[in-house]
């Protein structure tokens, strides 16, 4: 599976942002789909997964309310609606899929807000 972020940038406080991971390869074995981010200085976290076929989301306590995970099977393409952004929320984003016995991800797209 390889994968592909983008729609990541720079935006002020309050903005929005939507990011996209176009999955290709062997994409019918993909069982979960997620987005994690890695903010300098800090581990990298969880944001929000979803489930390849009933669509079951979870996401990190930091961002419910503000940020929607999405998939469209069709397309192999996964979205995350950010809204009301915070500076806190500054990271680059890394887009993952979880296989029985495999993990894969994107090299990831920055997403700096500005206070």
């Known amino acids: 599976v390889q994968l592909v972020e983008s729609g990541g940038g720079l935006v002020q406080a309050g903005g929005s942002l939507r990011l996209s991971c176009a999955a290709s390869?062997?994409?019918?074995?993909?069982?979960?789909m997620g987005w994690y981010r890695q903010a300098p200085g800090k581990q990298r976290e969880m944001v929000a997964t979803?489930?390849?076929?009933?669509?079951?989301?979870n996401y990190a306590d930091s961002v419910k309310g503000r940020f929607t995970i999405s998939r469209d099977n069709a397309k192999n393409t996964m979205y995350l609606q950010m809204n009301s952004l915070k500076p806190e929320d500054t990271a680059v984003y890394y887009c993952?899929?979880?296989?029985?016995?495999?993990?894969?991800w994107g090299p990831g797209t920055q997403v700096t807000v500005s206070s």
């Open positions: 993952n899929t979880r296989e029985t016995g495999s993990s894969h």
């Open positions: 390869g062997s994409t019918f074995s993909i069982k979960v």
């Open positions: 979803i489930t390849s076929g009933g669509g079951t989301t």
